[in-house]
């Protein structure tokens, strides 16, 4: 059964950070691809950043240099530090498989950028 629960948002100012954690169920975690995604008012969600098994990273063009993905396999966990944060960062973040996510989405973890 698939368990994802986000943790870590809140309330920072432009060009402040945060470090986001996304604990999953052990027993889907270490043999798929994970991603955060985040979705703002209005707009669909998208993808933020992905993470392989092994480790390999991608990132969306408005985060590189900005944000960096990581996981630990042992804790079922993936991370999301973010730095420099800026207004138009701000939304609910999520985190699911990359690139076939599943159809459950835990609560999201909101994000919110003071300019």
């Known amino acids: 059964q698939v368990q994802l629960v986000e943790s870590g948002g809140g309330l920072v100012q432009a060009g402040g950070s945060l470090r986001l954690s996304c604990a999953a169920s052990r027993s889907i975690f270490s043999s798929n691809a994970m991603g955060w995604y985040r979705q703002a008012p209005g707009n669909q969600r998208e993808l933020v950043a992905a993470?392989?098994?092994?480790?390999?990273?991608d990132y969306a063009d408005s985060v590189k240099g900005r944000f960096t993905i990581s996981r630990d396999n042992a804790k079922s966990t993936v991370y999301l530090q973010m730095n420099s944060l800026k207004p138009e960062d701000t939304a609910v973040y999520y985190c699911?498989?990359?690139?076939?996510?599943?159809?459950?989405w835990g609560q999201g973890t909101r994000v919110t950028v003071s300019s």
């Open positions: 993470i392989s098994r092994g480790g390999s990273t």
């Open positions: 699911n498989r990359f690139p076939s996510v599943w159809d459950y």
